[in-house]
């Protein structure tokens, strides 16, 4: 099941014992945790209309609120997150010549550091010519991860369906495995009809 997506469900980020608040859509909650009597709530953050960046918000917490604080931590996560997986492995491939020779730095600045505050586990690999992804998904251990994920123009996605298409448990790969492609190519056609 997809995240939620209504606009007007916010987490208030507003703590037992503190004045301030601050509305983030539950759609935008990456994770929270709390350690070290620190609360710290990690969300992508809109800089644009297209451009979103990771954030986080820090909160002390003091000794006598963090069982309180941890369920408060358990709710925002179960209603950010719903029935979606949470902390997903990624095998993710970046085609270092899409987008004009601009997908290896969207990656490092937009994309790398939202998945790390998901807390996302990460595989990258640059691929160096043409087909790499076919023979990468048709190797994959679709046990070891939970989606590829194109950070590309339309080629590599394609790559890795014909990849996934190859091999002799197709129908488990590409059923258990989310391909994901992130618009990072010239002009991102699948990636504007898909979305």
Not at 24 to 37: D, G, Q, R, V
Not at 122 to 141: C, F, P, Q, R, Y
Request: one cysteine or more; proline letters at 5%.
């Amino acid at each position: 099941m997809p995240r939620t997506s209504v606009p007007w469900l916010y987490a208030h980020t507003r703590l037992p014992g503190t004045a301030n608040t601050r509305a983030i859509p539950f759609y935008n909650i990456l994770w929270a945790e709390l350690s070290n009597s620190e609360l710290t709530i990690d969300y992508a953050s809109p800089i644009s209309k297209t451009v979103v960046r990771s954030a986080s918000l820090k909160y002390p917490v003091e000794y006598q609120m963090v069982e309180l604080v941890n369920k408060w931590v358990n709710r925002l996560l179960d209603r950010s997150y719903g029935q979606s997986q949470r902390k997903k492995r990624a095998k993710i491939l970046v085609n270092p010549h899409s987008g004009k020779g601009s997908a290896e730095k969207w990656y490092s600045r937009d994309i790398e550091p939202l998945m790390k505050a998901a807390r996302c586990g990460i595989d990258m690999v640059k691929t160096k010519h043409s087909g790499e992804a076919v023979e990468i998904a048709e190797k994959l251990n679709i046990e070891a991860f939970d989606m590829v994920v194109s950070c590309s123009g339309d080629g590599l996605p394609h790559e890795v369906f014909n990849g996934f298409g190859k091999r002799a448990d197709a129908k488990k790969a590409l059923s258990k495995i989310a391909v994901v492609q992130l618009p990072c190519g010239s002009g991102n056609a699948m990636s504007c009809n898909l979305n």
